[in-house]
């Protein structure tokens, strides 16, 4: 997978590495303390763990670093919110160099294992009521995301339609979306007060099928859903996005941040190859 290709992964540092704050310097009187293990290792085992899917232990034998130490360095950098600041960045970034097509967007959830369950997980409807979590994703012209929001499995994805609409107006990315684009889930009447009252001109949502008896099957096409059933795809490339094992909403908002960061960085690195 290329989010573990050498050349991404130092791209990715050298933006990781400008946002991590300075820590004081460790006097230690006799200077035998224990050196501090670099943060670019613990970023690497961080990712390892996120594209693998693998457990602590794994990742300590991939790596060579304690599950303690990957847990507490990464406390620390949800703590400071370094992985929301990195897809900012990583954003910037894109724009910069490709360009966001904000014009028209694209929304849809997608439900996932969370065997361990905990936090923001409840029975997934489509998995035999087990253990799930569900992501809601807002994805530009190009398949990027730029809102997202969590919940439990069995949240319905209209009911994360405004938390996915209000993350993209906190990344100040709201100002240019004109249409919307939405799957028969969506098909209510609440969705269009909800896009009226954001401003949103056009919501294209596909008719849910009529019930009866001589209903007809009908071909529906996907039309410009395309875009976000790929992103979907692309999270699904990570093994902890598809079955993740933490227990915490924010340690699977943090992996969410760092799998959409390393989404971007790869893209870069094939456009500029």
Same mark, same amino acid.
């Given at each position: 997978?290329?989010?573990?290709?050498?050349?991404?992964?130092?791209?990715?540092?050298?933006?990781?590495?400008?946002?991590?704050?300075?820590?004081?310097?460790?006097?230690?009187?006799?200077?035998?303390?224990?050196?501090?293990?670099?943060?670019?290792?613990?970023?690497?085992?961080?990712?390892?763990?996120?594209?693998?899917?693998?457990?602590?232990?794994?990742?300590?034998?991939?790596? *060579?670093?304690?599950?303690?130490?990957?847990?507490?360095?990464?406390?620390?950098?949800?703590?400071?919110?370094?992985?929301?600041?990195?897809?900012?960045?990583?954003?910037?970034?894109?724009?910069?160099?490709?360009?966001?097509?904000?014009?028209?967007?694209?929304?849809?959830?997608?439900?996932?294992?969370?065997?361990?369950?905990?936090?923001?997980?409840?029975?997934?409807?489509?998995?035999?009521?087990?253990?799930?979590?569900?992501?809601?994703?807002?994805?530009?012209?190009?398949?990027?995301?730029?809102?997202?929001?969590?919940?439990?499995?069995?949240?319905?994805?209209?009911?994360?339609?405004?938390?996915?609409?209000?993350?993209?107006?906190?990344?100040?990315?709201?100002?240019?979306?004109?249409?919307?684009?939405?799957?028969?889930?969506?098909?209510?009447?609440?969705?269009?007060?909800?896009?009226?009252?954001? *401003?949103?001109?056009?919501?294209?949502?596909?008719?849910?099928?009529?019930?009866?008896?001589?209903?007809?099957?009908?071909?529906?096409?996907?039309?410009?859903?395309?875009?976000?059933?790929?992103?979907?795809?692309?999270?699904?490339?990570?093994?902890?996005?598809?079955?993740?094992?933490?227990?915490?909403?924010?340690?699977?908002? *943090?992996?969410?941040?760092?799998?959409?960061?390393?989404?971007?960085?790869?893209?870069?690195?094939?456009?500029?190859?």
């Amino acid at each position: 997978m290329l989010a573990l290709d050498p050349r991404v992964i130092d791209m990715a540092w050298e933006v990781l590495e400008t946002l991590i704050p300075e820590r004081p310097a460790v006097d230690h009187p006799l200077g035998t303390h224990r050196q501090r293990i670099p943060d670019k290792d613990c970023f690497i085992g961080l990712l390892q763990r996120l594209v693998t899917g693998c457990s602590w232990d794994v990742t300590r034998r991939l790596c *060579g670093i304690g599950e303690t130490t990957l847990r507490t360095r990464r406390t620390e950098w949800l703590e400071c919110g370094l992985f929301d600041e990195m897809v900012s960045v990583t954003l910037g970034l894109f724009d910069n160099e490709i360009g966001l097509d904000l014009e028209e967007i694209v929304i849809d959830g997608s439900s996932q294992k969370a065997p361990f369950g905990g936090q923001g997980t409840g029975p997934n409807p489509t998995d035999r009521a087990k253990s799930g979590w569900k992501w809601s994703i807002a994805t530009e012209g190009n398949g990027i995301p730029i809102g997202w929001a969590i919940d439990g499995a069995n949240r319905h994805d209209s009911k994360l339609l405004t938390p996915t609409l209000l993350d993209i107006v906190k990344r100040d990315l709201f100002d240019e979306v004109t249409t919307i684009y939405l799957d028969r889930g969506y098909d209510t009447g609440v969705t269009l007060d909800v896009c009226a009252d954001m *401003g949103i001109e056009v919501a294209v949502i596909a008719e849910r099928r009529k019930q009866g008896t001589e209903t007809k099957k009908v071909f529906e096409p996907l039309g410009q859903r395309w875009t976000v059933e790929r992103t979907n795809s692309w999270f699904t490339d990570y093994g902890q996005m598809r079955r993740n094992t933490d227990r915490f909403i924010d340690q699977r908002l *943090g992996q969410m941040a760092l799998a959409i960061a390393m989404m971007i960085f790869v893209k870069l690195f094939k456009h500029n190859r």
